[in-house]
């Protein structure tokens, strides 16, 4: 059975203020345990990660040099289908438009949050949570409520 929240989480963003940031916020985001963030400055960074630990959540930011939006993200649905299977990926951005949200959807991404929005802390967090919740009942035994006791 898979943990109520996510333990361990891979950070693509080449921002390091940002990616210090988000750092600190998620080691207060849960009660307990802590998550522990492994980052990635750059998308092939971000796949050596994810083939070396194991990671529970992605958070994936669109803005990142030399690949398209959509060459990220599928880029990184190949690429778990190759390392053990689908995880929850959350895409980070500045510029989120319906469209693109909708095709984020389409290529396997469970979540977008736009960088700007002014309650992004819990907006990332309760995506998070969200898309980690939807993992853990797709993961479930069939029948099986993922919340139930073992």
């Known amino acids: 059975m898979l943990p109520d929240f996510p333990q361990t989480v891979l950070l693509i963003d080449d921002d390091p203020a940002w990616t210090q940031l988000v750092q600190y916020r998620l080691a207060h985001a849960w009660s307990a345990p802590p998550v522990m963030l492994h980052t990635a400055a750059s998308l092939e960074t971000g796949l050596v990660v994810l083939w070396t630990q194991p990671i529970d959540l992605v958070l994936l930011d669109l ?40 095709h984020i959807l389409t290529l396997g991404g469970q979540e977008s949050i736009c960088k700007d929005d002014p309650d992004l802390w819990q907006a990332l967090t309760a995506a998070m949570q969200r898309a980690w919740d939807r993992h853990r009942f797709q993961q479930r035994p069939q029948g099986k409520d993922p919340d139930a006791p073992a």
Do not use: F, H
Not at 93 to 99: C, E, G, K, N, W
């Open 63 to 102: 803005g990142l040099p030399g690949c398209s939006d959509v060459a990220a993200v599928k880029a990184l649905v190949q690429a778990m289908l190759q390392s053990g299977g689908l995880r929850p990926i959350v895409v980070l951005s500045a510029y989120l438009t319906d469209p693109l949200r909708r």
